[in-house]
Each structure stands twice: as C-alpha cells, then as structure tokens.
C-alpha cells in the first residue's frame, strides 16, 4: 500500500497540481499519522483533510509514513507531554480550565502522548510545509524538465499511444 | 493550440481553497453516525453495561432493554437481572425498571453526571432460568477479600482448634486404651529412668569416694592423744608453757582445716544427693508425657468449652463476612481514595500516561448523585415496599468530598419479611479508606436453614421465625463485625454420627424453643479474634460435657493407672536406693564432722587450761621469790608490797 501511495505521489509531482495543495496534504497526513486515534481533533484533521483542497494523495503518503515513525517516537512524545502536563507551572491553570470546558477533554489532551505529539504537529507544521513546498519545486524544476528533456519521453510524446494515454486520463477526470 | 490539460490546469488554480464535493463524505460519516446512535448504539450499549456489570459482580449481569435520549437527556433500563455470585441459579437482585436523568453539558466534558435515578420494582432471590455463572479470572495478587478471608480462616480455625466434637467420634468404641500400644523402650518414662539410674549409679561412686576422703579414727586418735600429752606435761619454766601452747594450737590449727574439709564435703555431698532426688522425682514429668501423648494418639478433647457455637455457626459466618470483604473490595477498585496531598492522579494506560486536572467545584469523572429505590407490593411474591436512597457513587470520591452511601427498608409482606434495613456507607474520601455495611430485620420467617452441616453435628431449623443484625466495618488493614439474632418457636431437624451426640442433641433442643447468637469478629487483617456465642452453643456443650466429662475424667484415670502400673514401681526401686546410699553416704560424714569439731573443743579446753597453769606457775614462782627477797634482806620497818 505505501509502494501504491508512493508511485501515487510521484504521479503528482509530475502533473500540474499546486505545491501548496501538495504541502497541505502533507501537513495533515502528519498530522493524521502522529495523532492518536479516537481524538477529537483527529475527527477534525480528517475533516479538514476532505472539505480543505489539500492533496489526499500527498496525505496519505505522509500519513503512512508519520504513523510509522510515530511508533518509534512515541517515547518521546510521552516524556515531552508529561513534562507539558506536569512540570510546567505557568500553564497548569490553562489545563484546568481545558479539563472542564466543554468538548476539549474529548481531544485526550491531558494523555502524555496526545500531548506530546500536539506539540510536535505545531513544532513541524509550518517547517514541513515550507521544506515540502521547497522540495516539490525544486523536483519540478530540476528532475521533471531534465526527464522531459530526454529522447525516451519525447519519443513518448509524439506516439499515437501517448495521445490514447492522454484522452484515457482526461476521460476518468 | 492550448489543450485541455493546461485548460483544466489554468482552471485549478482559480478554484476556492474549499473543496465543495469534500463535504459529501463529511455528510454521509454524521448521516452514519445519527443512523448508528438512532438505531444500533442502545443494543451495544446494552451489552457493554451487561459484560461491565458481570466483571463488577464476578457473576453474570442480564439486561432486557436499554433506551438512550440525548434530547430529554435520559437513560432507561428495563429488566435488569444481576445473579447471586454465591448461587448463580438465584438472582441477588430484578429490577423491573431504571430510569437515569444526567446532565449534557457534563457529557460534552466527558463526565458522566448522573442527577437523579429512580429504581422501580425492585425484588430480591428471583430464579433464573440460565445460570449465571461466571469463572472467575485469575488475580494477579492477594486482594483485600483473600486478605479478610485469610485472617477470618485463621482466627475461626484457632477457636474451633479448642473444640474439637470430631473427636469424640468413636472415642468410647470398644476399649480405647487397646488402640495404644503399651510403653515401650523409647517412651519418655523409661528414657528417663534409664537416665536417672545412669545417673543414680555416678553419684553413689563419688558419695563412696568422698566418704573415703574423710579423715580416719587413728588421725582423729592421734589428735586426742597429743593434745592430752601437751596437756599432761609439767613445765618447770614459762618457755615450757609457752611451746605446749604453740604446740596445741598448732594441732587446733590443723584440725580446724579438717573440719572446713569435712564441711565442703558436706555441702557437696548433700547437694548432690538432692540433685538426685529430684532427677528421680522428675520421673513423674516424663510420665506425665506420656500420658499426654496417649491422649493425644486417642484424640480426648479437653472439654474446657462453654460454647460450641464457632464450630456451629463459624462457617455461615465467615461467608457472609467474605461477601461483605468482596463488596468492600469492589467499591475500592472502582472508587479509590487518592493520597492526601496528590494535585495530580496518574493513571498508567497502554500507551501513555492520563493526567488528571482536579480543582474546585468541579464534577468527577463519573457522579451518581441521587437515586430512588422504590418498589410496591404486587401480585408478583417477590415484590416488596421497597424505599430507599442511594446517593454519591463516584470513581473520585476524595474530589466529591462525600461517601457514597445507601439507605434501604423494606417490607416483602407475601414472604412475611418485615421491618428489613440495609445501610452503606463507602467513605474512601481519606487517606484510609473505610466501608461499613449493616443489615438489620425484624421479623422473618426460617425455613429449612441448616445450621451445621459438617462435622460430627448436623443441625437444621426446619421453622422458625427470625430478627436478626449485621453489621460489619472495614479498615484500611482492620474490621469488626458484631451480629446479633434471636430465634423464636423453633423446630429442629438434628442428627449426629454419634449415637451418644445424638441423644444429647435430641435431649437439649426438645426443650429450647428459642434461642439468641450473638457474635463479633474483630481485629487487624494480622490477627482476628473470633467471639461468637449462643444458647444453643451453650447449652449443647453443657451437654456434652455432662455426658463425656466424667467417661473422659474415667478414661484419663485409666489412662494414667495404665502408666503409673508400667513405671512406678521402677521408680520406687529407684527412690529406695537413693535414700540408702544417701543414709550411707551422709552419716559418716556427720559423724566425722563431729569428732573433729569435738577435737577443736577439746583443743581450745586444753589451751585455756595450759594458759591457767602457766598464769599459776608464775604467781607462784613470782611469790616465792619475793619471800625468799623478804628472808634475805631485813629491812626496818614494812615497806609496801614486802
């Protein structure tokens, strides 16, 4: 399933979606894959993830490959977030109040892992989707132009076989 | 010519960030969930508080229907069944209906606040048509219930050690004696006379050879004899004097050292002697051994029992005071306190550690804060009145700040059940955490109830009619227990697998047509004490103690004939020839000490007298010289002293 989401993603990076579209899946695939499931705002990422015009594709990618890096982090997570949870003094009002407002301890904020991989999303959000969108260009710019450069494709391209592909992709939409 | 593809690319790139059609899948997940809670969540909520209950109860938790409204924001359950776990035929407790009012805006802060309840048609010992067992799972460590159950065992089994009515059974078959073997070598009787002969045998060699360590009469003669020669002589000068002093003193001297040798002989001699009259005296401990072990190999019970009610009612008992460990048990895993002090409780997860955010005048995490128990009389015999309050169930109970507590009264008229109370009070809002249960009745009727069942006294009240009290406190490691019954117009079923029990038991219950118990169990988890008393305790003890007393009394008489019979008569050969050598061995002694301590006399006589005669020869030689001055010089005149 990764190897289809790879071939998947490499699919997009040679067609003309937007690099924001792409980053943005990005970042919610991260999102999607560090957050422990049956959070509230695991709901509300998939959400996002459906009504926002970032690319499902891009998230599912990222969020294969976050969810297994999340299993190597997860002890991480747990010390940062316990840290958050109980060390802090200037903050532990603000849990309080969390605790008892309406809907937020569905989110499990007051776990150490939920926590600490919250802390990791806001960390990495927006690096992630700058770093992402840096990369993508430059892909597009260096890899893709140089292989439509070569004989192989051009070749392709003139074929009646490559008009047949065309009208096929423009057909399933 | 611009194709479709850059067409639609340049079209893209005009499109809202929102993706319209995204929303249809969002649609169709919330149509699926009201679908799911409209339609499927009651009948898995239903089997979670079904499979929740049974691991709760440890036996099986039935549950007719359950009906959730979020609007009215209320729960309804119908045909609740939660089985005995001590009869998984029976069920403890039916209820018909339940009825919850909670709060949603708790709910929508994850609590689940529970306003109000009310409990209708409530019915008690309902059959089951399927059993409603359940194996128990394996713990993972001494709980509070093996804790109670341990310390109960223990002190029960110490009280009932003393009454030991097996015994009894068979005791008097045939001649019990000719279940023993008679005395044999290694018996502690012959152990011991050997030892003492042994012993006895040593100590006659060393009387014989201190007596010889005595001095002879020819020393003692030889002590008179140069005393009266000392005595006899007639010095002409003082010098003379003088030495046959030095002389008898000298003799005196010498003598007075045999008498301190004679003396330590004495006090050796004797001390042993009276070491070996009380090694052969002692002879009567061993039999006394011996005797004890032939009564323990004949199991004769000690009879210093006023009550044998522990042995009757212990069982019944302990497992009432396990059912009421296993409910206090209960209420300390789901409702623990937390340790004073704690802002935070940390709750170890599969994954993570859960924070808990208290503070003031907030809600815990779960909170049933009134529920009405109320149930009429029917037509149904297992309904009752019912009344009762059950108020402060929580998983926080320290942030509550309140014990949980359970208030009921009952009356089940058909079963002629009246004036029933149970009471609860769970306080784990401390440090230490505290439980008591109490349950009282006034009248109720008894009907096959069989009392003992085991061992060699098998009782049962065929009918009777009953008011009793129970009530029990736990501890953080201690409890107490007290109970008291009164049993009226009884009629017994009794037996026993002894014909002489038998007719004790038919002979005390024909006249005791009532009966109290009265009961307390109390001290730390470590150490129990066990107090129960009754008059049908009583008064059957005082029965047999009547009976076997005086056979018991019999048999230990025989018991002890039989032995003293084996070893007395040995010990008598023994005695016998202690006295006699000790005669042998002390009377010279005696007698030496005598003659020697006459001797001194003899030589202190002989030494004032020889000092009297010196004194005299003196004077008179002293006189004579002065007169013979007096002749030889002629004075003029008297002169004084001449």
């Not at chain 2, 029933?420 to 440090?431: C, G, L, M, Q």
Request: glycine content about 6%; some cysteine; overall charge positive.
């Amino acid at each position: 399933m990764l190897l289809h989401q790879f071939f998947k993603f490499l699919k997009l990076l040679h067609s003309d979606t937007s690099t924001h579209q792409l980053s943005a899946g990005f970042v919610l695939g991260m999102f999607l894959g560090v957050t422990p499931a049956l959070t509230l705002h695991w709901f509300c990422y998939f959400i996002l993830l459906l009504v926002l015009r970032a690319n499902i594709g891009a998230a599912m990618l990222s969020w294969a490959g976050f969810g297994i890096l999340a299993f190597l982090l997860d002890p991480v997570f747990h010390k940062v977030g316990l840290y958050l949870l109980t060390q802090v003094a200037a903050v532990q009002p603000l849990w309080t109040t969390l605790y008892q407002t309406p809907l937020v301890p569905f989110t499990r904020f007051y776990n150490s892992i939920v926590m600490g991989s919250l802390a990791g999303q806001l960390l990495l959000a927006v690096p992630l989707f700058w770093i992402s969108g840096v990369l993508i260009k430059k892909y597009r710019l260096v890899v893709v132009s140089r292989f439509k450069g070569t004989w192989m494709f051009r070749a392709w391209k003139a074929s009646k076989l490559s008009d047949l592909y065309d009208k096929y992709q423009e057909f399933r939409g | 010519m611009t194709s479709i593809r850059s067409f639609v690319a340049e079209e893209k790139k005009r499109l809202s960030p929102i993706r319209w059609k995204g929303f249809v899948p969002v649609l169709v997940l919330f149509s699926a969930l009201f679908i799911y809670f409209t339609f499927f969540f009651d009948i898995h909520l239903k089997k979670l508080l079904e499979w929740a209950g049974t691991q709760s109860n440890g036996a099986k938790v039935d549950i007719v229907r359950v009906k959730t409204s979020f609007i009215h924001t209320d729960f309804r359950l119908n045909g609740l069944q939660v089985t005995s776990h001590s009869d998984p035929m029976k069920n403890l407790i039916e209820v018909d209906n339940m009825h919850f009012q909670f709060s949603l805006p708790q709910i929508f802060k994850k609590k689940l606040v529970i306003s109000d309840m009310s409990i209708t048609g409530m019915q008690y010992g309902t059959a089951r048509k399927t059993s409603g067992y359940v194996p128990k799972k394996p713990s993972k460590g001494p709980g509070f219930l093996d804790k109670v159950s341990q310390a109960a065992n223990a002190g029960l089994k110490s009280v009932m050690d003393q009454l030991p009515l097996e015994n009894l059974e068979g005791l008097f078959k045939g001649n019990p004696l000719d279940r023993v073997e008679k005395l044999g070598e290694d018996s502690f009787s012959f152990k011991k006379i050997r030892e003492v002969e042994t012993q006895v045998n040593t100590s006659v060699e060393d009387w014989k050879k201190q007596v010889v360590e005595l001095p002879n009469e020819n020393t003692l003669k030889d002590y008179r004899s140069r005393i009266e020669n000392a005595v006899s002589q007639r010095p002409n000068n003082p010098d003379e004097f003088v030495r046959n002093i030095q002389t008898v003193q000298s003799i005196k001297s010498d003598v007075e050292a045999q008498v301190g040798k004679v003396e330590a002989l004495q006090k050796s001699v004797t001390s042993n002697v009276e070491a070996t009259v009380k090694n052969v005296a002692s002879i009567d401990d061993a039999m006394e051994q011996d005797i004890a072990s032939i009564r323990s190999k004949l199991k004769i019970p000690s009879l210093n029992f006023k009550d044998i009610t522990p042995q009757l009612l212990g069982p019944k008992i302990m497992h009432t005071i396990e059912q009421a460990a296993y409910w206090a048990e209960l209420t300390r895993k789901y409702m623990p306190k937390r340790k004073k002090g704690e802002s935070h409780t940390t709750q170890e997860r599969e994954k993570g550690t859960d924070v808990y955010f208290g503070g003031m005048n907030v809600y815990p995490k779960f909170l049933l804060q009134h529920a009405g128990i109320q149930s009429n009389v029917s037509t149904n015999p297992n309904h009752g009145n019912v009344r009762g309050d059950l108020t402060n169930v929580t998983n926080d109970p320290r942030l509550l700040g309140k014990p949980a507590r359970l208030d009921i009264q009952a009356d089940f008229p058909t079963s002629r059940i009246q004036g029933a109370k149970i009471e609860a009070v769970v306080d784990h809002t401390t440090d230490r955490n505290k439980e008591l249960f109490g349950i009282s009745v006034n009248s109720f009727p008894v009907e096959d109830w069989k009392i003992a069942e085991s061992g060699p006294i098998q009782i049962a009240l065929q009918k009777a009619q009953g008011k009793a009290g129970f009530n029990i406190q736990f501890g953080e490691e201690e409890m107490r227990a007290t109970l008291q019954a009164t049993l009226s117009n009884v009629q017994y079923v009794s037996g026993s697998t002894t014909p002489e029990l038998a007719k004790i038991l038919e002979r005390v219950l024909k006249n005791l047509k009532s009966f109290g118990i009265r009961g307390s169990v109390e001290g730390t988890l470590s150490h129990l004490r066990f107090n129960l008393t009754s008059d049908l305790g009583s008064r059957i003890a005082s029965g047999i103690k009547d009976e076997f007393q005086e056979r018991i009394a019999a048999l230990n008489e025989q018991i002890r004939k039989e032995v003293m019979g084996q070893i007395l008569q040995k010990k008598k050969v023994l005695q016998d020839r202690v006295e006699a050598e000790k005669k042998k061995a002390l009377e010279p002694i005696e007698r030496s000490l005598k003659q020697v301590r006459e001797i001194v006399g003899v030589a202190n006589s002989a030494r004032e007298r020889i000092e009297r005669e010196k004194d005299n020869f003196i004077k008179s030689q002293l006189n004579k010289g002065t007169e013979e001055i007096r002749k030889n010089i002629k004075l003029p005149g008297k002169i004084p002293g001449f």
